[in-house]
């Protein structure tokens, strides 16, 4: 088993930024590819950015060139730095992990969601 802890949101107004983080613990053998979601009230949960194993990125359009996601592979993080945030960034954020633990299959983890409001 391993767990998800998040951090880092909050209450910022337009324009402003946020950095999420995201600790990886318990008994983990490897972690592949690590991303961040978000879900918007009445709205579907939606990939934000992922990156891979080898540090490849991907992001959603609508956040390309604010947003960079980043990794601390010697300690198990993941981090999604938010810049020129706007009023539809508001969103609860779940990280994510394919996370294989110690003589177990590789599972997808999910951290407890944090809540982003961008006023304006």
């Known amino acids: 088993q391993a767990q998800l802890v998040e951090s880092g949101g909050g209450l910022v107004q337009a324009g402003g930024s946020l950095r999420l983080s995201c600790a990886a613990s318990?008994?983990?053998?490897?972690?592949?590819?690590m991303a961040w979601y978000r879900q918007a009230p009445g709205k579907q949960r939606e990939l934000v950015a992922g990156?891979?194993?080898?540090?490849?990125?991907n992001y959603a359009d609508s956040v390309k060139g604010r947003f960079t996601i980043s990794r601390d592979n010697a300690k198990d993080t993941v981090s999604l730095q938010m810049n020129n945030l706007k009023p539809e960034d508001t969103a609860v954020y779940y990280c994510?992990?394919?996370?294989?633990?110690?003589?177990?299959?590789?599972?997808?983890?999910w951290g407890q969601g944090t809540q982003v409001t961008v006023s304006s």
């Open positions: 994510n992990a394919d996370i294989t633990a110690t003589g177990r299959a590789r599972l997808i983890y």
């Open positions: 318990g008994s983990i053998f490897s972690i592949n590819a």
């Open positions: 990156i891979s194993s080898g540090g490849s990125t």
